[in-house]
């Protein structure tokens, strides 16, 4: 008898022989493509951060890719053996899989966001204007560029299969292999010590390349005896206040102008009585809050739009909301009865007597006094709200909790969610300046809000905000999720896409 290959194993197995190669180049340029990922983020400050990096970028990378060969090409190989179908199907899944890795490395660089079910909400919400302003030349110019990396697969696919025979004489498969599975399985051990540890230059890249679930201390080193849980915990939700070494303020240059004829008055009591509700002119907007630990903190959050967290890297920095206006001519007048432990901005403070002349002038400026509640008294008048635009709101006088306070204006804000973090993006847009926000603040301006949702700090917790719920968390990954209305703790489900927004858009100032 004699055995011979049938012509369709030989074409199968030159076919898988194809694949494989196919597959590799597609590894090479996924990497290259999630290189993105990579500079788009701050390079960890120690070496065993840097290597984890390296060897997660590569095996993770690689396996989506690989993953990707082993589910949709190769049963179609076996199944419908002919080259010209699969190296047509191949290549349009190659072109499509690896334009939707490079449209989720913009979405992460511009937004913090990884494409995911979870997430479709906050996409759709986030890209919604500047999908909005596409007109047909845009989308046919994506077209086109798709159609060239669609050609581009094509040529690619077409080129190893009539060279795979001479490609096949490179016995390389081995060694890249074993390089790809040895980098795998040292980023998953490095990631299981990292989280026994709590290392935060690993755990902080947790989310960095799509569809990453790293292996956790918690989840294996406790399976086996060999981790604390309750020591574990503990431990973790010490760790994020401890992170933040230095500050980048402004990130960028804040350029724009500023109208000098135009008056803002800013107040913010600083007792517990109820604010004076009295005047038809002053609309009442719900939904503010104070998230600080204290209310010190509270005072230069407010003039920052940065959280509590970035306080203590921001003593030689004066803060935009002063700094900008008053070097483009307008006068700035800033009361507090009492030091700010701020050197920079206790130089600029005036006198209560003084404050209140300027409110009563008739010359513009940018005025903003932390005061009590009888000075309020004293200083809103119906003059006043005729006069100048003027915003009222209030220290919290219960930090134990979160809750909302009041928030008054003469003129048209949104009904948005919005906190202390959002004051200076919102004075300086009344004031006329149209510089991009997220230069100079985490917040937002309340007059024209571009987030549903809104993020800060509140001692070592991170705080966000979003429809009826509120997200607090401890450490990387300990959260819990309350109802705003009833502060009772939800069984809702996290939201990781929101979450990890938040915590990007959170930390965008750090060195």
């Not at 896409?497 to 060195?511: D, E, I, S, V, Y």
Request: proline residues 4%; neutral net charge; glycine residues 6%.
């Amino acid at each position: 008898m004699i055995l011979s290959e049938t012509p369709r194993r030989i074409m199968v197995t030159k076919l898988v022989s194809w694949g494989h190669w196919f597959a590799l180049s597609n590894i090479i340029i996924a990497i290259i493509i999630a290189s993105i990922y990579v500079f788009a983020t701050p390079l960890p400050d120690s070496f065993i951060g840097v290597l984890f990096l390296l060897l997660n970028w590569f095996s993770h990378i690689g396996f989506l890719t690989f993953i990707g060969f082993v589910i949709f090409i190769l049963p179609l190989i076996y199944a419908v053996p002919k080259s010209r179908v699969i190296r047509g199907v191949g290549s349009s899944m190659a072109a499509l899989a690896l334009a939707l890795l490079a449209f989720d490395a913009l979405l992460y660089t511009k937004y913090g966001l990884h494409l995911s079910l979870s997430s479709a909400d906050l996409i759709r919400t986030e890209t919604q204007t500047v999908i909005n302003a596409f007109g047909w030349q845009e989308w046919s110019f994506l077209l086109l560029l798709f159609l060239v990396w669609l050609t581009f697969q094509l040529v690619l696919a077409n080129a190893l299969w009539k060279r795979i025979e001479r490609v096949q004489k490179f016995r390389i498969g081995v060694p890249i292999s074993g390089f790809f599975v040895a980098c795998f399985v040292s980023s998953h051990a490095l990631h299981v010590w990292a989280d026994a540890k709590l290392y935060q230059p690993i755990i902080k890249q947790d989310n960095l390349f799509p569809l990453s679930y790293p292996a956790t201390a918690k989840t294996l080193m406790s399976k086996y005896g060999l981790l604390d849980l309750e020591n574990y915990k503990n431990r973790k939700s010490l760790q994020f206040d401890t992170g933040i070494k230095g500050i980048k303020y402004p990130a960028n240059p804040v350029y724009c102008s500023i109208n000098n004829n135009q008056s803002l008055v800013i107040l913010i009591q600083t007792d517990n009585q109820k604010l004076p509700l009295g005047f038809a002119e002053l609309r009442q907007y719900d939904d503010h809050y104070d998230l600080s630990s204290n209310n010190q903190s509270a005072k230069l959050t407010s003039l920052f739009g940065l959280p509590e967290i970035y306080l203590s890297e921001l003593q030689s920095h004066l803060p935009i909301m002063l700094d900008l206006p008053q070097k483009l001519g307008l006068p700035i007048s800033l009361y507090s009865g009492s030091s700010l432990d701020h050197d920079k901005i206790d130089e600029v403070r005036i006198k209560y007597t003084e404050f209140k002349q300027r409110l009563v002038s008739t010359q513009p400026t940018l005025a903003i006094g932390f005061v009590t509640n009888q000075q309020i008294k004293q200083l809103v008048t119906t003059e006043l709200l005729n006069q100048k635009q003027v915003i009222i709101t209030q220290l919290s006088a219960n930090r134990d909790d979160i809750e909302s306070v009041p928030l008054l204006a003469n003129f048209e804000l949104s009904n948005n969610l919005s906190s202390h973090l959002d004051i200076p993006a919102t004075a300086l847009g009344v004031l006329g300046c149209a510089a991009n926000v997220e230069d100079y603040s985490v917040g937002q301006s309340i007059q024209t809000p571009r987030r549903s949702w809104l993020v800060g700090t509140k001692g070592s917790k991170v705080i966000v905000l979003h429809n009826g719920n509120r997200i607090e968390v401890l450490g990387n990954g300990n959260y819990k999720i309350y109802d705003r209305l009833n502060d009772e703790e939800s069984t809702e489900s996290l939201n990781t896409g929101l979450l990890g927004q938040a915590m990007k858009h959170l930390t965008r100032f750090t060195k």
